[in-house]
């Protein structure tokens, strides 16, 4: 079974499912949690209150406990729960990062063995077969791909939930300087809440004889954005890359 999870500095999301990334660890199991996994004697339950912002994000079992809850979701989410579950998993990390740490993120997810743990009083076991590493925001760009020929430049800007852009000019030649993309929020994103609104004021300069004017976007951190711009060269997707 193939699964894909993106590790957001501010949330995990699957095919099916979207959380913040908090973590709380406990000795015994918490009588009144709505959701519990236990993993190799400890307890854990989901916070609303995320992790610290942490650029590797193998330096501890934080990722990987919150992958087990996303596995342990989907898994849930088909309808059946096998005794064992070869699973395939495709991670992403951000494109400045993909080079360093790539080897490191499959190494991680990657455990030899079966793994043994407990959610919601069921048990699962699982074995990752294989990691996939893709650099991310790619994928927001690939339903677009069609219309790369028409643009001299395109920019995909991810804005992440800590992070603040990855800026990848697809069109451009190696010796082209890249535009200066500037975002600036109307709201702490620290401290926003799914459903909250936040509109980010986007300012592209140095772009060269390509003219492309300011552009508001408002996202309800729901996974759905709403673009306001009167540049076509400016593209959005569901996700919330350009």
Known sequence: MLIAIDHGN???????????????KHSVRP????????????YWTLSGQRLAYRRDKTRDDSFFILSLFAIAKELQQTGKLPSAERIDLAVGLPPEHYGILRDKFKEYFKRSGSIHFIYNDTPMTIMIRDVFVY?????????????????????LIDIGGYTDTAVINLAAAPE??????TITNTAAVDTAKP?????????????????????????NLGGRWIIDSPDDNIIITEDGDI
């Open 10 to 24: 501010y949330a995990i999301k699957t095919l099916h499912h979207n959380f913040v990334s908090g973590l709380s």
């Open 176 to 181: 082209e300087k890249v535009a200066d993309i």
């Open 135 to 155: 650099p991310q925001a790619y994928a927001a760009i690939a339903p677009q791909k069609g219309q790369l020929n028409h643009h001299l430049r395109v920019f």
């Open 195 to 219: 459903g909250d609104n936040i509109v980010y004021i986007v300012t592209v300069t140095n772009t060269g004889d390509v003219e492309i004017h300011n552009a508001v976007i408002k996202s």
């Open 31 to 42: 009588p009144m949690a709505d959701e519990v996994l236990e993993y190799e004697g400890d």
